[in-house]
């Protein structure tokens, strides 16, 4: 206990900047000061938001203490019912947290071990909301390799449990999980009448969080549509909804949304500079996949706006890397793509080759008909549980 609390105060000095770190350090003092384990653990959640938001691994480690600190209680000390319950609570929400650290750091299978862990806990304690909550977080995390069958068979799973309890904010997830499926298989109307419903729902309860996300999938949408300028202004809106919530990783992906736009239409100089911001919270938030992402931009700016296709590789072949790596067959045929393209136009052969077969075959491997098929069943089995329930 006291060697992982030294490892805390080490981290500290050696990787948070000095007025984060004053912050910082001082919300651990606070938690360690109660000799309650339990008011201990409360003080760490009460802040939690803020520890990940400037330092993610710092957070990761302070939800594995707070996994040890419950469970040396349940181990070793005589805890009334009420008091194993909240421990069991406290343990589920910090294996919930690991397991979207570790999602957003596109580490599949450790993001899956930990929302495992989480489901088995809160099936035992039988809290509904949460197993839905979980089995949400598990689809999106399945959907960051394109793994749509599995992604499909627990967003079903989320999404029938919030039909049952009417957890509305519980339906906006699954909403735009679903939503963004439809999207990726190019289902765009579709995806689009789910994304409005989402919005609908979150206006009505004025959550700001999920408007802003929202918005932000609205704007992929009209970017998809090659609507340019009203992408911008819903992009624009999400971070404005971001100015008191700065949820990092919302507004990196708007910066690197908004970069698109302008690089479609042709303003590379600003195309750039976004996704240049973009870059700089995504590297500081370790969003690797986000990373691959706005390497892919840069090349496309390089080769369109400044005709650089040498640097226009280099961005290329680093996203490649991390999406080859990550195993997202969507980023890994964008890159492969960007990389064609130059190639081609360098007249190296052998290598366009290469990457029009890499481009040709994710791109066959994404958009294959058992996808489609499993999105036809799961509207369907939605629609007929929505008729039978108004019989």
């Given at each position: 206990?006291?060697?992982?609390?030294?490892?805390?105060?080490?981290?500290?000095?050696?990787?948070?900047?000095?007025?984060?770190?004053?912050?910082?350090?001082?919300?651990?003092?606070?938690?360690?000061?109660?000799?309650?384990?339990?008011?201990?653990?409360?003080?760490?959640?009460?802040?939690?938001?803020?520890?990940?938001?400037?330092?993610?691994?710092?957070?990761?480690?302070?939800?594995?203490?707070?996994?040890?600190?419950?469970?040396?209680?349940?181990?070793?000390?005589?805890?009334?019912?009420?008091?194993?319950?909240?421990?069991?609570?406290?343990?589920?929400?910090?294996?919930?947290?690991?397991?979207?650290?570790?999602?957003?750091?596109?580490?599949?299978?450790?993001?899956?071990?930990?929302?495992?862990?989480?489901?088995?806990?809160?099936?035992?304690?039988?809290?509904?909301?949460?197993?839905?909550?979980?089995?949400?977080?598990?689809?999106?995390?399945?959907?960051?390799?394109?793994?749509?069958?599995?992604?499909?068979?627990?967003?079903?799973?989320?999404?029938?449990?919030?039909?049952?309890?009417?957890?509305?904010?519980?339906?906006?997830?699954?909403?735009?999980?679903?939503?963004?499926?439809?999207?990726?298989?190019?289902?765009?109307?579709?995806?689009?009448?789910?994304?409005?419903?989402?919005?609908?729902?979150?206006?009505?309860?004025?959550?700001?969080?999920?408007?802003?996300?929202?918005?932000?999938?609205?704007?992929?949408?009209?970017?998809?549509?090659?609507?340019?300028?009203?992408?911008?202004?819903?992009?624009?809106?999400?971070?404005?909804?971001?100015?008191?919530?700065?949820?990092?990783?919302?507004?990196?992906?708007?910066?690197?949304?908004?970069?698109?736009?302008?690089?479609?239409?042709?303003?590379?100089?600003?195309?750039?500079?976004y996704a240049l911001k973009s870059l700089k919270i995504k590297e500081k938030i370790n969003d690797n996949l986000g990373v691959s992402i706005v390497y892919i931009l840069l090349g496309v700016i390089?080769?369109?706006?400044?005709?650089?296709?040498?640097?226009?590789?280099?961005?290329?072949?680093?996203?490649?890397?991390i999406a080859k790596e990550l195993k997202s067959l969507t980023h890994q045929r964008d890159a492969a793509k960007l990389l064609f393209d130059c190639y081609e136009h360098l007249n190296q052969y052998?290598?366009?080759?290469?990457?029009?077969?890499?481009?040709?075959?994710?791109?066959?491997?994404?958009?294959?008909?058992?996808?489609?098929?499993?999105?036809?069943?799961?509207?369907?089995?939605?629609?007929?549980?929505?008729?039978?329930?108004?019989?």
């Open positions: 206990m006291l060697l992982f609390l030294l490892f805390i105060q080490l981290f500290f000095s050696n990787s948070i900047k000095a007025k984060e770190g004053i912050k910082l350090d001082s919300i651990i003092n606070y938690a360690n000061s109660f000799k309650n384990d339990t008011d201990k653990i409360n003080a760490y959640f009460k802040y939690d938001d803020y520890i990940y938001r400037y330092s993610p691994k710092l957070d990761s480690a302070l939800n594995k203490l707070i996994v040890f600190l419950c469970d040396s209680n349940l181990k070793y000390y005589h805890v009334s019912d009420k008091e194993k319950y909240n421990f069991y609570n406290q343990k589920a929400k910090s294996f919930n947290n690991l397991g979207l650290y570790f999602k957003n750091l596109a580490n599949i299978d450790s993001a899956i071990h930990y929302f495992d862990k989480c489901l088995e806990i809160y099936e035992e304690i039988d809290n509904k909301f949460k197993i839905a909550s979980t089995y949400t977080n598990i689809c999106n995390t399945y959907l960051i390799t394109d793994d749509y069958e599995n992604a499909l068979k627990y967003i079903y799973k989320s999404r029938e449990i919030n039909i049952e309890s009417n957890n509305k904010k519980g339906l906006i997830s699954n909403l735009n999980s679903i939503g963004l499926i439809y999207k990726n298989q190019q289902k765009i109307e579709k995806s689009l009448q789910l994304f409005e419903e989402a919005l609908k729902i979150s206006e009505e309860l004025n959550d700001s969080n999920n408007i802003s996300i929202v918005y932000g999938n609205i704007g992929n949408i009209h970017l998809f549509n090659k609507n340019y300028i009203e992408a911008t202004k819903n992009f624009f809106k999400t971070i404005d909804y971001q100015k008191n919530i700065r949820n990092l990783k919302i507004i990196s992906a708007s910066y690197s949304n908004i970069s698109n736009c302008y690089s479609k239409l042709n303003d590379y100089k600003l195309a750039k500079e390089e080769k369109e706006g400044f005709y650089n296709y040498k640097n226009a590789i280099i961005y290329g072949e680093k996203s490649f890397r052998k290598n366009a080759y290469n990457y029009h077969l890499i481009y040709t075959q994710t791109n066959d491997s994404i958009l294959k008909n058992e996808n489609y098929k499993n999105l036809l069943d799961i509207e369907y089995k939605y629609n007929y549980k929505i008729k039978l329930e108004k019989v």
